[in-house]
């Protein structure tokens, strides 16, 4: 069992090792990653763990909503998001 942001358990489903790619072309990082299955309402698509932060050997800033990544090719990579899609997704999570 989990335990959701609500203080509720959660059923875990199932748990998908997958090789799973962050960027594009030669901008990429390939790592395998096992994700939980879970079945819950949320406006996320997926939830990234401390391991798999490590793992990816990433910077994250929640603030300004990107990713700082060592990509295939050795350099720093950008993952960014836009924020006011961000902020939409957030205020839709809160109403469920």
Sequence with gaps: MLVGFSGHPIHVHDYQETRTTFGEGDRAKTINIRYIVVNVPSSYNVLLGILMINKLGDLMSSVHIKVKYHSNDGLVRVI?????EARKCYRGSLKS
């Design 80 to 84: 960014k998001v836009d924020q006011r």
